[in-house]
């Protein structure tokens, strides 16, 4: 199974690479998110709205969560593989294509570039508020393509280096479980006051598993620097000094790698559900921002992801060799 399992992730990855997540396709992140959804709604009815109740609340949130979305691909995995191993490599593969979104962060950014190389402000409002979590209303045309590329940024991190990490590990299994976290902390872990009790559970451990990924998307991207044109001694300086100028303490990795390989200024002041966040700037501000900067974030993300995915292979390949060799 792990030589079939090794080929399914090398078949996820150059499936999302080629082809995203096709519109109208039903997709398992998707279901996850409206299992969330209806998992809130019923524990928030059940419990006080209280701390404790809330905070009693977030926790049931995320046990119940992780056991149906493992052990639902868990067992539809153990199925397929026992029925035939074609099978399981196809259902595995298929798996892992939807939990990556390199190629879909890719387009949905590369989308906010038009609008503003098309002048259309409104539209790029629109087009980058698929992909924050920030009012996108009063941003000009600098604040859009800033808010853009921190979200290819910090999206390199938890959405493709860490589902990378996490399939490498424990196959689409694990992958699932990791996904199901980070959804989670997409939908619940907001710091604000309807979400701060009951959605720390999950922001929490979704801090957990992105503490190794985050750090070693941050040196796969100053590694790819070189490959692709960029500033990697820059994005090496501006990282040891402003990694952890984020409230997140995994988050400012990436976008600080990000904007001393751009030489710009990423960070600053945002607007959360109509109030004003205070927030750190991270980076220098050697030159204006620019939408081709959408574009370079971009290719620094894809090259880390490449970087990534031969590391993983050759990580299988090597507990594939040893365990034939104890074998023998």
Known sequence: MLIESTAALLLGFLFDLLWGDPRGFPHIVAGMGKLIAALEKRLRSLLPPTPGGERSGGVLLVVI??????????????GAYRLFPGLGLAVEAFLCWQLLAARDLKDESAAVHTKLLDNDLPAARQAVSMIVGRDTQRLDQAGVTRAAVESVAESTADGVIAPLFYLTLGGAVLGCLYKAVNTMDSMVGYKNEKFLYFGKAAAKLDDALN???????AWLMMGACRFIGLDGENARRIY???????????????????????????????????ELQPKPFIGDDMRPIEPADILRANRLMLAAAVMMMIISLITRFLIIGGLVYAAL
């Open 65 to 78: 969560t992780v056991l149906v979305c493992t052990a639902l691909p868990g067992g539809i995995l153990f």
């Open 211 to 217: 503490f190794v990924p985050a750090r070693l998307a």
């Open 240 to 274: 040891q000094r402003d990694r952890y100028k984020h409230a997140s303490p995994n988050s400012a990795h990436t976008e600080a790698v990000c904007a001393g390989a751009l030489r710009i200024q990423l960070g600053g002041d945002a607007w959360y559900f109509g």
